[in-house]
């Protein structure tokens, strides 16, 4: 639905590029014009990421990253923009989880939690600031969440603390940084059918129908659903949008909180 040339002249970096969301940002940007720098821990996994995303086209590279480190972070921010003379994009979409009930939750697990989704967040922000202050585009930040950071987590206080917490972050940067040219914004995706974690936790367990009926339209989304938000959001058809929260979750939220009055009878 957009054209070839849509991220044409930008750069990107996308944190935990090497597979689900971030692979799928990763390869969109890659397909549409975008010089792409994808980062995460596994390294077998982005050089898997980096002979997928060749096909796409564009120039693309990847390093290994740990953000919960911020020199790290920081690192692939300057390699970025070694490699490809700028940074347009900052996507920080790297998270970690478990399902844990708060009450047997370890200050070590709250903490490793924070740590990549929150703190990592933040590093990248920070560290992109200067870069994304100088892009003849504008700067974008775009950061992965979800509504369960709004509306609670059961079971998954942590993520759902580091989500809220991202954000709030995120809406304070648009402020502070909109006369900087920076927008900031955030994405959060619904269930997901075809990632890990959707087929781990759902699929797998006999879970899956039930959950994709949680949503208002019946059925899980796909990759290139919060592929195309991110493109969205870091492109000239996104250009006077910053501290927005997107929704594609298929109205998963609204169906959540919505009394429950379908099909009753007058």
Request: aromatic fraction near 6%.
């Amino acid at each position: 639905m957009f054209t070839n040339d849509t991220l044409k002249g930008r750069s990107a970096l996308v944190t935990g590029g090497g597979s689900g969301l971030g692979l799928g940002i990763a390869t969109a940007y890659a397909q549409l014009g975008a010089n792409v720098m994808i980062v995460g821990r596994n390294e077998e996994r982005l050089e898997s990421a980096i002979e997928h995303l060749k096909k796409s086209g564009g120039s693309v590279a990847s390093m290994k990253c740990d953000v919960r480190n911020y020199d790290e972070v920081k690192a692939a921010v300057e390699a970025t923009v070694s490699r490809f003379g700028q940074l347009d994009i900052m996507v920080n979409n790297a998270a970690g989880n478990f399902i844990c009930p708060t009450s047997e939750l370890s200050p070590n697990g709250w903490r490793t939690v924070i740590d990549i989704d929150l703190n990592g967040t933040f590093y990248g922000c920070h560290a992109a600031y200067p870069h994304l202050q100088k892009s003849p585009f504008g700067g974008s930040i775009i950061s992965i969440i979800t509504m369960l950071g709004v509306t609670g987590w059961p079971q998954a206080a942590h993520a759902s603390a580091a989500k809220g917490g991202i954000l709030s972050l995120s809406r304070t940067l648009a402020v502070e940084w909109g006369a900087d040219n920076i927008r900031v914004n955030t994405i959060s995706p619904g269930p997901i059918g075809d990632t890990e974690g959707v087929k781990r936790m759902y699929i797998d367990v006999g879970r899956g129908e039930m959950e994709a009926q949680k949503t208002a339209l019946g059925r899980f989304g796909k990759t290139i659903d919060i592929a195309n938000a991110a493109v969205f959001l870091a492109s000239g058809l996104g250009e006077y949008i910053t501290g927005e929260n997107l929704i594609v979750d298929g109205g998963r939220w609204l169906k959540q909180i919505a009394p429950s009055t379908l099909g009753a009878k007058a």
